[in-house]
């Protein structure tokens, strides 16, 4: 791995009694789009903040490009911030909101305005330099926020909930609109986000926190597909969690059935919690041999579209009950409903494993 | 495969231990700017507020006894001294009586030849007198006060001229004295007695207003609005000029008095009601205002009669309201000292205590014993409020949907009625004053004339003290809305040195717990000290300047944090990330952004500048003279007349600007504030 | 000494003479309206003198006197209470001086020291300023003496000025003690003090407010009084048959002064005829009798109705008579 960008090393932070940070550790490469996800008060803004210098940690150390910013006020380090709220200068013209970190660096006057007009154009808002910002909607103020950010041309762009004060259609057409930008400018960018799907979409890796600690970082298939605590896989995704027991070596038992999975990493009394997504559970072309299957009765379901997210119960599951996504066209071939018998399996390499819940 | 128990999350580097050190954050040169305004502002807060009021108390507990037994006198006779004696066994022996058995003063004087009878002094060429006490200066001759130990050698006849002054100590002396004196400590019962009248009165009186604006129908509610704030843009003493001319012997009103005087409580009552009217009407009316339709529309569904929807919905949504105004009344009246002062009578009130001590008696030790007393009503009122402001915040919710009043002519009849009643009181007073003013002598001729308008013969200091009222009140309002919107936003939006902005925010909010009088009296003591560096300011245009902006911080305080507040907090970050200071940022964003703001503290300053009495009371000098105070000495040397004609200058300049303003707030600010159109 | 040496000194004295335009600030409690007039008078007599007025009540300005003592801003005292002025120089704030012509004035009105302290300038005279419309309205007889007032039919007729503020007021009530003596003195005052309807802060108060009908009878001052009359009031001075108290307008040096020589011209001056003739404009009776004329609507006999009055027993009481006084009347409405 070459030299990274921004090296994170042990930062904590505490507001009086409040641990927000506890003890991370984080690389984060060049040009990477890097989201820290997590619920609200995870401490992934507290993190954003350390790194802006805003709210300084109380200890350990940040570097950026090889230099230690870790006491530096926000003014001598080297970034761009964009906020939920905008917090563009109400009463400033477009152009001077994009203009406004140009003025009083001895930028002649006239580089100043070429230079608006080139980021305005950058962020498709061409000639809209002369409205005020209460003149535009939410999308377009957004962009007016990233085009003053990239202003300075920073080494570093960071971006809180950029997108969360927005409509769900114009958040996914300028979720599209910032992934091609930073790929163009190459601009190693932060985004916090609590949004899973904008995470996944947009970061090249996914740094999922919870409770001041990170909690796993990855890519966003890695993270959803591999998620390494019981967090992550509640977090990311719909995920069905049963009270399991180890039976054997690479053997554990739900209710009294037994299903093959990977228990390596199990310890103690032989507890554990079996978890597997709605859709990896197989409902098609289940042949009676195939491993895990068994036969459930559908006990409940939940129309989803494209989808139905059917619950399912067996006497040999016990207590436990399984969502499991089928698709409309099984349900209509199978002519399933409430009380249909259908064949089912958990493949072991879905089927996760993890330690009980204390 | 990694699970949740694992120490370090997976992906994440692995930590590195020997950087676990805490991090002290480096300031930027701009927090190091900001660190200095903010000293600078706290400075000038402890030079101009709080070591102020520390004299006040360590005046307060300077008391004077006489310490007859460190001085001693031989007698010389038959040019040979005999042995001294001390002045006590003098006393002793004749059972003189010192000072009458009253209270020493820091200038009572003693004659040793009072002490001495003269059939003792029979044959006596010459005296040394000595001063044994450690701290000197007990014995005056002439021009002179004794060194300690110093020992005075007069001829027989001149042993009159040496006189013995009384010593200064530190303790409680003072309160004993003042809580001893019926007449002083029956101020505190008046005074009390009166303000809650005012407050029983008042708060039913505004609560009506405001309701009448809030939640009916009526028509012209902008008119009734504007005539219910007019007591704000005149002094206190107006209202109780007015109601001598109404009320007064030769009154047109008097005979509704029956016989009882409008020169005492009835007096007082009246003009304060007046005066703290608009006061109990702005807090009601935002108390009303902020009513959630969705209530109303609950209590109708739940079959409420109007009845029971006014005692369960109306009155406990405003109770902070009620609360709030009925301390703010209270402690307006307690405060103020133009009303008893022009018609009190003989009704003696705390706030008069203090410039009755100081003015009429200099006898600045009461005054400041006074002045804590008066400190203490004040200080719990401003506890209440503020602590009633902060949950009456949290009461209202951004969600509510604004109270739409339903039809009710009845109702509309009575609060109309209610209202017509309040404005004719108000303008009633107002027109009064205006029309005595110009009476050529009232009221054996009433012929109109301006003649009470030549100030220059009067006492007050004429015309001149009119301009330098408006010197002042541009003065304060200008460098003050500046100033406190500096500290407010540093407060705010400051960065890093909390201690320092913690410190800021808590002095910007002492101003409005300590009382006017108790200020001017603290600003004697303070500044006219010789030894103080700052003397110089005495008794000039300045010290008015920096005593007025002080005096109303509190309230600009709060209009512009509220404003401040309002902004989007991440504009500093912003600049920050754009590497802009922040002066940049305060002028090019925030103060335009809060232009309304600082327009209403301009206002609020100049305004108050124009009206208040209390503190300049006693830190005008003849060159710096001040319309509301001529209005006072006017009044008080009987020229009642043309006090009424200045009081009424100083109304219709405050109208005059509030007029201007609003022109210039609609066109100006109205253009300068485009960007707020959506 | 050179002869160019001389020249230039010269040139250079002259110059400066033409500049040397002294700035006297002097404290004062002459009555506004007199104060442009004394000013001019003075001025113009001593071309190379300015005076620079600060002018407040007696009251007031005695306050600030005491205030300034430790450092004290005026270079004269220029027309204050004589009992003002006996405080000053008990705390040593007076230079002694003997204006020139002082043996012209009425040994009553100069301090009795060697040199002399202060010097009284004039006087102002207790009277009652009596609203003759009032009485018709009310049906009342003029009273005549001090005694008249504390009859029943007066009662809530009478103004007078509150003495622990004013000075006007003090001067009666120091009057009344020495002339009834203290037991007989007391005692009127317990009587007047059933038929006063208010004390007021200043002395001139109580004549203005009867002068407008807002009590029958003020306790004050003849000038007051007079100066009503000629505005068109419906007012007679009366001076008690008992006597009057009294009290002078009085000059003295700050001790202090940097202009001494100027501030002992002022005093000079101050004690001169064509002063006198100043004062003499609105006060009946001034230091220098001959110079005396009668002033308009001022009443007759106000010389006679003068007391002996005794300043220093005045002063020297006056601590104790206060207290005893707002004992016995402070807070009177409360009694009603």
């Not at chain 1, 001895?106 to 498709?124: F, S, T, Y």
């Not at chain 1, 990170?214 to 298939?221: D, H, L, R």
């Not at chain 2, 030079?47 to 007698?75: E, H, N, R, W």
């Amino acid at each position: 791995m070459p030299e990274p960008y921004l090296r994170i090393r042990n930062v904590s932070k505490r507001f009086g009694d409040f641990t927000a940070l506890r003890d991370v550790n984080l690389d984060i490469g060049k040009g990477e789009f890097v989201c820290f996800l997590g619920p609200s008060g995870c401490g992934k803004t507290t993190l954003l903040r350390a790194i802006a210098g805003l709210d300084i940690q109380s200890e350990g150390m940040i570097e950026q490009a090889g230099r230690d910013i870790s006491a530096l006020p926000p003014s001598e380090r080297d970034f761009g911030i964009v906020f939920q709220s905008y917090a563009l200068f109400p009463n400033l013209t477009v152009a001077d909101n994009v203009g406004y970190g140009l003025v009083g660096k001895g930028m002649p006057r006239a580089d100043i305005r070429k230079k608006v007009a080139g980021l305005l154009a950058q962020v498709n808002l061409p000639d809209q330099g002369a409205k005020y910002p209460a003149k535009l909607s939410g999308g377009q103020q957004q962009r007016v926020a990233l085009a003053r950010a990239l202003a300075t041309e920073p080494g570093l762009l960071l971006l809180d909930e950029p997108l969360s004060a927005l409509d769900a259609k114009v958040r996914i057409q300028l979720r599209g609109q910032l992934k091609d930008l930073q790929r163009d400018l190459g601009i190693t960018t932060i985004m916090v986000t609590h949004d899973q799907e904008e995470a996944l979409g947009l970061a090249d890796r996914i740094v999922v926190m919870s409770q001041g600690r990170v909690e796993q970082v990855g890519s966003p298939v890695e993270i959803y597909t591999s998620p390494a605590s019981v967090f992550v896989a509640d977090f990311i995704g719909a995920m069905n969690f049963v009270p399991a027991r180890v039976a054997g070596p690479g053997m554990i038992e739900i209710g009294s059935a037994r299903f093959a999975a990977e228990t390596a990493h199990i310890n103690g009394d032989g507890r554990a919690l079996a978890a597997i997504r709605p859709e990896d559970i197989k409902v098609q072309g289940v042949a009676p041999g195939d491993a895990n299957a068994l036969e459930v009765t559908i006990d409940a379901e939940e129309f989803c579209g494209s989808y139905m997210r059917a619950t399912v119960i067996d006497a040999a599951l016990g207590e436990a009950r399984l969502k499991a996504d089928l698709s409309m066209n099984l349900v209509r071939g199978m002519a399933l409903t409430k009380g249909s018998r259908l064949p089912v399996a958990l493949p072991p390499e879905r089927l996760r494993v993890y330690p009980p819940l204390s | 495969m990694a699970t949740a128990a694992d120490p370090a999350a997976p992906g994440a580097v692995a930590s590195a231990t020997e950087d676990n050190r805490p991090i002290r954050p480096r300031a930027s040169r701009d927090e190091i700017a900001q660190r200095g305004v903010i000293g600078v502002l706290v400075l000038y807060l402890v030079l101009a507020l709080v070591l102020p009021i520390g004299m006040v108390f360590s005046k307060a507990l300077q008391q004077y006894a006489f310490t007859p037994d460190q001085i001693t006198i031989a007698f010389g006779r038959g040019g040979a001294f005999e042995a001294p004696r001390s002045l006590q066994s003098w006393i002793d022996e004749t059972g003189y009586v010192v000072n009458d058995g009253l209270r020493a003063s820091e200038r009572t004087r003693v004659q040793i030849v009072r002490i001495i009878p003269r059939p003792a002094r029979a044959g006596v060429e010459a005296y040394r007198v000595t001063d044994a006490s450690s701290a000197g200066g007990q014995l005056l001759l002439g021009q002179e006060f004794s060194a300690p130990g110093q020992t005075i050698e007069v001829p027989a006849a001149d042993l009159g001229r040496i006189q013995v002054r009384p010593q200064m100590s530190y303790g409680l002396g003072n309160f004993g004295y003042y809580f001893s004196q019926k007449s002083l400590s029956d101020s505190i019962r008046n005074s009390f007695v009166i303000a809650a009248i005012v407050v029983a009165i008042n708060v039913p009186l505004a609560f009506g207003f405001a309701y009448a604006l809030t939640r009916t129908r009526i028509r012209h509610k902008e008119w009734f609005r504007l005539i219910s704030t007019v007591p704000i843009l005149v002094p206190s003493l107006l209202p109780a000029i007015g109601l001598v001319y109404l009320f007064g012997n030769q009154g047109i009103l008097t005979p509704l008095l029956f016989g009882a005087s409008i020169y005492g409580p009835i007096g007082i009552v009246m003009a304060s009601v007046f005066f703290t009217f608009p006061h109990a009407v702005i807090i009601m009316t935002i108390a009303l205002g902020g009513a959630d339709q969705r209530l109303y529309e609950a209590a109708e569904v739940l079959g409420a009669s109007k009845r029971r929807t006014f005692w369960t919905v109306t009155l406990p949504g405003a109770r902070y309201g009620l609360i709030s105004a009925a301390f703010v009344v209270f402690t307006l009246v307690i405060t103020d000292f133009g009303v008893p002062k022009v018609i009190g009578g003989d009704y003696n009130m705390l706030a008069l205590d203090i410039y009755k001590q100081v003015i009429g008696q200099q006898n600045f030790q009461i005054g400041a014993v006074v002045s804590i007393v008066l400190l203490i009503p004040a200080v719990i009122a401003f506890t209440v409020d503020r602590v009633i402001s902060r949950a009456q915040t949290a009461q209202f919710s951004s969600k509510a949907v604004p109270y739409q009043p339903d039809e009710d002519v009845r109702r509309d009849r009575w609060m109309l009625g209610h209202c017509i009643a309040v404005s004719v009181f108000i303008l009633g007073i107002l027109f009064m004053c205006q029309f005595a003013a110009l009476a050529k002598f009232w009221p054996y001729n009433l012929t109109l004339g301006f003649q009470h308008y030549q100030f220059n013969k009067m006492d007050g200091g004429g015309w001149a003290a009119y301009w330098n009222s408006i010197r002042l009140a541009f003065f304060a309002a200008t460098i003050g809305a500046v100033l406190v919107f500096i500290g407010a936003y540093l407060v705010e939006k400051g960065r890093g040195f909390v201690a320092g902005r913690i410190g800021l925010q808590f002095l910007a909010m002492m101003p409005m717990a300590i009382p006017g009088m108790v200020l001017g009296l603290a600003y004697i003591f303070f500044f006219n000290d010789p030894s103080n560096p700052f003397n110089f300011l005495y008794g000039t245009m300045a010290i008015l300047v920096i005593n007025t902006i002080v005096h109303l911080y509190t309230v600009s305080h709060i209009t512009a944090t509220t404003a401040l507040k309002q902004l989007d907090g991440e504009f500093e970050a912003v600049s920050m990330s754009l590497k802009q200071p922040f002066l940049r940022t305060m002028t090019r964003v925030s103060a335009p952004c809060c232009l309304p703001a600082i327009g209403e503290m301009w206002m609020y300053y100049f305004v108050n500048a124009m009206t208040t009495v209390s503190a300049v009371v006693f830190l005008y000098s003849p060159s710096t003279n001040l319309a509301s105070v001529a209005v006072l000495n006017m009044d008080d040397a009987g020229d009642i007349a043309p006090a009424a004609a200045m009081a009424m200058m100083i109304f219709y300049t405050n109208a005059a600007v509030r007029i201007l303003y609003g022109l210039f707030s609609r066109n100006v600010l109205g253009s300068l504030q485009a960007w707020r159109a959506r | 000494m050179t002869l160019f040496a001389r020249a230039t000194a010269a040139l250079l004295l002259s110059a400066a003479a033409a500049a040397a335009q002294t700035e006297l600030t002097v404290y004062t409690a002459f009555e506004a309206v007199d104060l442009d007039r004394y000013k001019k008078a003075f001025e113009t007599a001593h071309p190379d003198i300015t005076i620079n007025w600060v002018r407040d009540s007696t009251g007031v300005v005695t306050a600030k006197l005491l205030a300034e003592k430790d450092n004290p801003q005026a270079d004269v005292i220029w027309g204050l209470a004589a009992t003002s002025l006996l405080l000053m120089k008990s705390e040593g704030m007076l230079a002694p001086f003997r204006p020139e012509g002082i043996e012209r004035l009425d040994p009553n009105f100069v301090d009795q020291d060697e040199t002399p302290s202060w010097v009284g300038l004039d006087a102002w005279i207790a009277a009652l300023c009596v609203n003759t419309r009032e009485l018709e309205r009310n049906n009342l007889a003029a009273p005549t003496s001090w005694e008249d007032l504390t009859k029943p039919e007066y009662a809530g007729h009478v103004a007078m000025p509150n003495p622990a503020s004013s000075g006007t007021g003090f001067l009666d009530v120091s009057a009344w003690l020495q002339m009834f003596g203290e037991e007989g003195g007391w005692n009127f005052m317990d009587r007047l003090h059933q038929n006063i309807k208010f004390y007021t802060h200043s002395g001139s108060k109580p004549c203005k407010d009867a002068a407008r009908g807002e009590v029958t009878i003020g306790v004050s001052f003849a000038f007051t009084g007079a100066k009503a009359i000629s505005d068109g009031a419906p007012l007679a001075v009366v001076f008690p048959s008992e006597g009057s108290g009294w009290d002078m307008e009085s000059a003295a040096i700050v001790a202090e002064t940097d202009f001494r020589a100027e501030a002992e011209t002022l005093l000079n001056w101050a004690v001169s005829e064509a002063a006198m003739k100043e004062y003499n404009v609105g006060y009946a009776v001034v230091a220098i009798p001959s110079v005396a004329q009668p002033v308009e609507n001022y009443p007759a006999g106000g010389l006679d109705a003068m007391i002996d009055n005794d300043f220093l027993w005045a002063a020297e009481n006056r601590e104790r008579i206060l207290k005893e006084w707002a004992s016995r009347y402070d807070g009177k409405s409360e009694a009603k």
